[in-house]
């Protein structure tokens, strides 16, 4: 599960740079790329946390975690040594943002359309990073309050960005609830969970 979050997250983070690129802007909405200052402060902050594990007092407090991880690096070489499973997981982390992206997109369409796949790819992508950092399971309420405030710079009027919004969250998020309930009640009578 952990490997498939992370090739998730490498697939999101290479379509949001490949959309960003594709729509020719750094910015959507009011929200723009990093400053250089940002970036070279998160390094920093990265590289501080990395030298705090030559600590002994900082290395038990993480020594759980070790075993943890490395079970997970034998498991993630096992992975990498063919070829076939690296293509399908990362393949498959891409193909389940796009399928996503698509029927945002497609929504949007249904009402009306008048912004550009590209933007409103950047925008999806956008709000589903704030959503993957806020607290609340599945970024429930960020993500919409995100892409609300990001669909209009995307070309989008504010209104049609709400009604889209909402349509698209309850088609992607609140209707495949109970069919999964369903399927895992099922699996469960069947004893295959």
Do not use: C, K, N
């Amino acid at each position: 599960v952990g490997l498939m979050q992370v090739a998730g997250l490498l697939a999101h983070v290479v379509l949001l740079g490949g959309f960003v690129a594709w729509s020719g802007r750094t910015d959507v909405g009011g929200f723009s790329s990093p400053d250089d200052r940002v970036i070279v402060a998160a390094v920093a902050l990265v590289a501080v946390a990395a030298a705090s594990l030559a600590v002994p007092a900082v290395r038990r407090l993480v020594s759980p975690a070790v075993g943890f991880v490395r079970s997970a690096a034998v498991a993630i070489v096992r992975v990498f040594r063919d070829p076939r499973r690296v293509l399908a997981l990362f393949a498959g982390g891409a193909g389940v943002t796009i399928a996503t992206l698509v029927a945002l997109y497609l929504t949007h369409q249904a009402f009306g359309g008048g912004a550009e796949f590209p933007r409103v790819g950047v925008a999806y992508l956008a709000a589903a990073a704030v959503a993957t950092v806020s607290p609340p399971p599945g970024g429930l309420g960020p993500f919409e309050a995100s892409l609300v405030a990001l669909l209009p710079g995307a070309g989008l009027p504010s209104s049609t960005a709400v009604s889209v919004t909402l349509t698209f969250r309850l088609a992607t998020y609140w209707i495949p609830i109970p069919f999964g309930w369903l399927a895992f009640r099922s699996m469960q009578r069947r004893q295959e969970i």
